[in-house]
């Protein structure tokens, strides 16, 4: 049987390379028949369609599992290390300089008035009579634009 038909490949013993073809073509029958689809042809279930309150409770929920767990890694770094947590609240106070802090507001807000007042007193510098001229103008290039489509006899 072998030596009717001729090797694909050159083999120096031809006996020994049919058994070898045989052999190929065996492995690739049984990897025919065990192929699957790579597609998934299956129903697919229906989903849940979000709504966005859904989403917002969602990623609200998966925020307080992150600070969850990230307590709970804290806790049990500070137990390895046997650190104890001072809750008691005896604080030492402080100098805010409420004083200065004040008069620093007030002089600022002396400071906006007097700005507020001196933009009120701008005069512009636009004459009365060209504003008039502009205006005429753009109305009358709106009216022109408005008796789209023109006309034509």
């Not at 709504?51 to 609200?60: A, D, E, F, L, Y």
């Amino acid at each position: 049987m072998y030596r009717s038909y001729p090797n694909v490949l050159p083999v120096a013993n031809r006996y020994l390379g049919h058994k070898i073809f045989l052999k190929e073509q065996a492995d690739h029958q049984s990897h025919v028949k065990n192929a699957r689809s790579v597609l998934n042809l299956s129903e697919s279930s229906e989903q849940f369609k979000f709504s966005p309150s859904v989403r917002q409770k969602q990623t609200r929920e998966h925020g307080l599992a992150m600070i969850k767990q990230e307590n709970e890694r804290l806790r049990m770094r500070m137990t390895k290390t046997e650190s104890q947590v001072d809750t008691h609240n005896h604080y030492v106070l402080h100098s805010l300089n409420i004083s200065k802090r004040q008069r620093e507001k007030a002089q600022h807000e002396t400071e906006l008035e007097r700005l507020k007042k001196q933009l009120g007193r701008v005069r512009t510098s636009y004459p009365v009579r060209q504003y008039q001229e502009d205006f005429a103008k753009n109305k009358n290039v709106q009216n022109r634009l408005t008796r789209y489509p023109l006309k034509i006899k």
